[in-house]
């Protein structure tokens, strides 16, 4: 069993930052990739970014790029995602996530509870 726990979510105004983090614990030996998701109200669950464990695999949703980052500290088993000039069309509940790439596409398996992101105007 994979157990993935989020932080960092908040209240931000249009324009700024907020950095998430997520810790795995558990079963983390079948893990060779981690991603983060969200899913704004009456919207479908949307991949955002994910990135490899050992490799140097990374992927960005098209409305993200450039705007946000997401990156990993292996020693600690936290994967991060640092979001920049965010907008009120960010504003969702955002899922950490635990899986693993198959050829160029990430495949989530694992999930956490969530954490709130929302954007003001």
């Known amino acids: 069993q994979v157990t993935l726990a989020e932080s960092g979510g908040g209240l931000v105004q249009a324009g700024g930052s907020l950095s998430l983090s997520c810790v795995v614990s558990?079963?983390?030996?079948?893990?060779?990739?981690m991603g983060w998701y969200r899913q704004a109200p009456g919207k479908q669950r949307e991949l955002v970014a994910a990135?490899?464990?050992?490799?140097?695999?990374?992927t960005y949703r098209d409305s993200v790029k450039g705007r946000f980052t997401i990156s990993r500290d292996n020693a600690k088993n936290t994967v991060y995602l640092q979001m920049n000039s965010l907008k009120a069309e960010d504003t969702a509940v955002y899922y950490c996530?635990?899986?693993?790439?198959?050829?160029?596409?990430?495949?989530?398996?694992?999930w956490g509870q969530g954490t709130q992101v929302t954007v003001s105007s």
């Open positions: 996530n635990a899986g693993y790439y198959g050829g160029s596409t990430y495949y989530p398996t694992n």
């Open positions: 558990g079963s983390i030996f079948s893990i060779n990739a």
């Open positions: 990135i490899s464990i050992l490799g140097s695999i990374t």
